[in-house]
């Protein structure tokens, strides 16, 4: 991972922690964790966060990156989405304020703590399974080949290690069974 990458993530998730905001980096950055490396312009982010939570992590942020707290605090009414953006490297944290549905809640309850290389720091990644689902489940409505090489080099690398009763019962209850079944035979798993 590129040193300005590394940087935007170790700042925004110590920013998270910080002030106790429960987040898992999800997106590109978790399936090259857990599956084979692809390149990534951004760092995807699932928050649970409250408004008083959102003024504090931009105010924070907005010392090195470009953070309106006015889209931390719609993206926390709304459950909508907004970017903390590295002028200097054009790179971007897409943060995501979760509406609490059954399925986010198993994921906050399932991520993992990854080090972070070179600068050995500790984040909260979403775990394999459910990078794998959530790339299902955003390739569902677009069909798009990105979300589904990047969940088939999860299965290459983690295969037989993966959970593959919660991959199917999730996979069951999201409605994406029989995308997990074709990428499964992909995977010759």
């Given amino acids: 991972m590129e040193q300005p990458l590394v940087d935007l993530i170790r700042n925004v ?21 857990h599956g084979e490396p692809v390149a990534s312009a951004d760092v995807d982010y699932i928050v649970e966060m409250n408004a008083d939570q959102a003024r504090s992590v931009c105010r924070s942020l907005q010392r090195d990156y470009y953070a309106s707290e006015e889209g931390f605090l719609e993206a926390v009414q709304r459950c909508g989405m907004t970017n903390v953006v590295d002028a200097g490297s ?3 944290a897409d943060i995501s304020v979760s509406s609490m549905t059954d399925y986010l ?18 984040v909260w990644l979403v775990s394999p399974e459910d990078i794998v689902l959530m790339k299902l489940l955003w390739r569902k409505d677009s069909r798009s080949a990105k979300q589904w090489q990047g969940a088939l080099g999860v299965l290459r690398v983690q295969g037989g290690s ?10 069951k209850s ?4 029989d995308d997990l079944d074709a990428l499964r035979d992909e995977a010759g798993i």
Avoid: C, M
């Fill in 13 to 33: 998730s110590q920013a998270l922690d910080r002030n106790g905001v429960q987040y898992a980096i999800t997106g590109s950055v978790a399936s090259s964790v």
């Fill in 90 to 92: 054009g790179l971007s």
């Fill in 105 to 122: 809640r198993l994921v906050f309850t399932r991520k993992v703590a990854h080090r972070l290389e070179p600068d050995e720091f500790t």
């Fill in 162 to 171: 993966l959970d593959w009763e919660y991959l199917r019962e999730q996979a």
């Fill in 174 to 177: 999201l409605g994406i069974k």
